[in-house]
Structures are given as structure tokens and as C-alpha cells.
């Protein structure tokens, strides 16, 4: 399995901070004091860790409920950016060493938060998988099994659970990949594949996920249906393009072979224009296959050796 990671140049933070445990938020004011009163009763009066919240542009009074909380650091966007834009800001603006990420809708347990920080170092990502007592709806169920199933294919090792966004990591190592994350909610399926194909170790801690507190989902079937195919082709294309492409090619070239085969020895007739346009068309799958392949190669060659000068430096 190939090695892959982006470095990101960013001026080093402080690391008088341990633990920064961050929460994203997009209109959740019905929900989020419940899980910043259970965070700061239990690490409001430790110096070395950070509670931080990213506002991203939320239009009720989500912002006006954090500002209640004088131990929280709020960040907020001007306007709705996405998921991942909120990740993304909550990773620049991070003073701890490690960070912890939940959701602020109260699916997620804060006494599960040392569960997972008290793995990292053991593990470089830990991730919280969530089990069968997990209260989740059936096409989230089923998106969470194809998507895994998918990254299990492309990294050629098991990820039980991809699209999880209850995680605890180093936040040097996060930021390395940070121009590798999408601005939607595929951030978190998009950051797991970048550790397990970039070697590091990772684990999946298993958790039990509750329903919503308040307020509603984001997650839209249909919508978000047709992006989860999308985040398929770009986890495809990012990764590991030759486990998509060679298995096709091989497989128009067959077909055109067994056609072909077919129709000079059973029908005694010449190579028809079927056969030959599926050979044709898997030997270009074929190649476009490896070109796609020598690219990713070639990004791969470019940051080991960034890696190397920052290092050296």
C-alpha cells in the first residue's frame, strides 16, 4: 500500500495547550448548550485544554447561546461555508497539540472524549466507530456501510466506519492534508482515507451514537445521496485510481475478447465492430488507469521531498 501526504507549511502552535476539543456548529441553538455545559463542567478549569466552537454563519441564536460560556472560544464564519469549511477553520485557529472533534447536536457522548485522546499516541487518528446500538437512521445506515465499504477496497485495509465525525488526532499531523479536505460534510471520510493511505496508524473506538437531540439534520437523502456517489469517484480518483480503472479495463477487454472469440469460432464471421471497440475502449481505460496513477505517484514524490525540507530546516 503506497504512502501519500500533502504538508501543509503553518507556523507552529503553542503547545502549552494540550487538548483542544472542537465543535463545529450551523444552527444548533436548541442543542448545543446541553454539551457545552457536560464539556466545561468537565474541563473548564484545566488551563491546558481548550474548548473551541466554530460558527459556521448560523442564522438563530447559536452564537448568542455559546457567548454564554466565557471558558469556550468562539469562531464564527460570516456566512454558511459547509462542514468542512468549519473543520478546516477550527484546525487553523487549534492551539492544542491534540485535538478532539464532535458533533454539537448531542449525538455524540463527552465522557466518550478521554476514551478516544487517551489513544492518540498509541494511534496517530482515533476514530469513533459507531455500533449497532447506534440510533441512526436506515439511509444513513446504508451509506455509512457502502462508504466503508468502498475505502476498505481502495486502501486495501478494513475501515469499519469512514464518514464518522467523532475523532481525536494530533493536530500537526491533520494539518498536513488540510488542502486535501472538501468544503462539505465528505471532510470526514476524506481526512480517514488520508491517514490510512498515508501509513499512519489508526483506530476505529467502538462508540454508541444517540438520535438528535434538537433541532433537524442536515443530511438530506436525495441531495446528499448524489454527493455521497460524487465523494465515491473523488475518494476513487484521490487514492487509489488503478482499483477502479484496471478492474474495468480488465473487464471491457475480456468481454470484448469472448465476443470476438465467439463470433470467428462459433459463427465463423470476422472480428465484429462490438468486440473490437471493447477491447479498444478497455485498453484506453487501461491506460488512462496508469496515467492517473503516475500522477498521484508523481504528488506523492513532490511532498516526500517537502517533507524532507522541513525537516531538515
Known amino acids: 500500500m503506497w504512502v501519500w501526504s500533502l504538508p501543509l507549511r503553518i507556523s507552529p502552535v503553542s503547545t502549552s495547550t494540550r487538548l483542544t476539543v472542537f465543535i463545529p456548529a450551523y444552527n444548533e441553538a436548541g442543542s448545543i448548550a446541553q454539551v457545552l ?7 473548564g478549569p484545566r488551563d491546558d485544554i481548550e474548548i473551541l466552537v466554530v460558527d459556521d454563519g448560523s442564522h438563530d441564536a447559536t452564537a448568542e447561546v455559546i457567548s454564554r460560556y466565557p471558558r469556550v472560544r468562539l ?108 468544503q462539505g460534510f465528505s471532510v470526514s471520510a476524506t481526512s480517514t482515507m488520508c491517514f490510512v493511505v498515508s501509513g499512519y496508524n489508526v483506530r476505529f473506538e467502538p462508540i454508541v451514537v444517540k438520535a438528535r437531540q434538537a433541532g433537524t439534520s442536515k443530511i438530506r437523502p436525495f441531495k446528499d445521496g448524489a454527493r455521497f456517489v460524487g465523494m465515491l469517484f473523488r475518494l476513487v480518483m484521490l487514492f487509489n485510481p488503478n482499483r477502479f480503472f484496471l478492474p474495468l479495463a480488465g473487464v471491457l477487454f475480456l468481454l470484448g475478447a469472448a465476443w470476438g472469440g465467439y463470433k470467428i469460432a462459433v459463427q465463423h464471421a470476422g472480428l465484429s465492430v462490438l468486440a473490437a471497440l471493447l477491447m479498444m475502449s478497455g485498453m484506453f481505460v487501461g491506460l488512462l488507469g496508469t496515467v492517473a496513477d503516475q500522477l498521484s505517484q508523481i504528488r506523492r514524490q513532490i511532498s516526500a521531498g517537502n517533507l524532507e525540507e522541513d525537516a531538515a530546516q
Open 37 to 43: 455545559e457536560r464539556l466545561v463542567e468537565r474541563y
Open 75 to 182: 469562531v464564527r464564519h460570516p456566512y454558511n461555508k459547509g462542514y468542512g469549511a468549519a473543520i478546516k477553520t477550527g484546525l487553523r485557529s487549534a492551539r492544542g497539540e491534540i485535538m478532539v472533534i464532535l458533533d454539537a447536536d448531542g449525538q455524540h457522548n463527552p465522557d466518550d472524549v478521554d476514551r478516544l485522546v487517551s489513544q492518540v499516541g498509541t494511534y496517530d487518528l482515533v476514530v469513533g466507530r459507531r455500533g449497532t446500538d447506534s440510533e441512526t437512521t436506515a439511509f444513513r445506515g446504508v451509506g455509512i456501510r457502502l462508504m466503508s465499504g468502498v475505502a476498505s477496497y481502495l486502501a486495501q485495509s478494513p475501515i469499519p466506519d469512514l464518514t464518522s465525525g467523532f475523532r481525536a488526532f494530533r493536530t500537526r499531523l491533520m494539518r498536513q492534508f488540510i488542502h486535501l479536505l472538501p
